[in-house]
């Protein structure tokens, strides 16, 4: 299984929305994604190591493939549309992460 990490750090300036990020964003790219996207997954951050520390990231999204190929041929063609959205819920430039889950 293959695993797409989409963070969004934490900053002074930096803004989120995620009623928006996990009310249309999140539900427009499972649909252009279609059947190769097998589940996801929305944290939001709430603190770092202790309760008063910032968590350091605002929000994680998680997408989930059976392979590599899946994730690449479902994302290529719709790239610029869900890229385009981003603004749309933060200012703030996502860190992504493709990782293969072992366990």
Do not use: C, W
């Not at 969004?8 to 279609?34: C, E, I, N």
């Not at 589940?39 to 910032?54: A, H, M, V, Y």
């Amino acid at each position: 299984m293959i695993k797409i990490t989409i963070m969004y750090p934490t900053g002074d300036s930096s803004s989120f929305d995620m009623d928006y990020y996990s009310q249309k964003h999140m539900p427009m790219v499972a649909r252009l994604l279609g059947d190769s996207l097998k589940f996801l997954e929305i944290d939001k951050g709430l603190s770092g190591r202790t309760p008063d520390e910032p968590s350091p990231y605002m929000a994680i999204g998680y997408l989930y493939f059976d392979q590599l190929s899946a994730y690449q041929n479902s994302f290529g063609p719709h790239s610029k549309t869900i890229l385009n959205d981003i603004p749309n819920y933060t200012d703030v430039q996502p860190i992504l992460q493709i990782s293969e889950v072992l366990e």
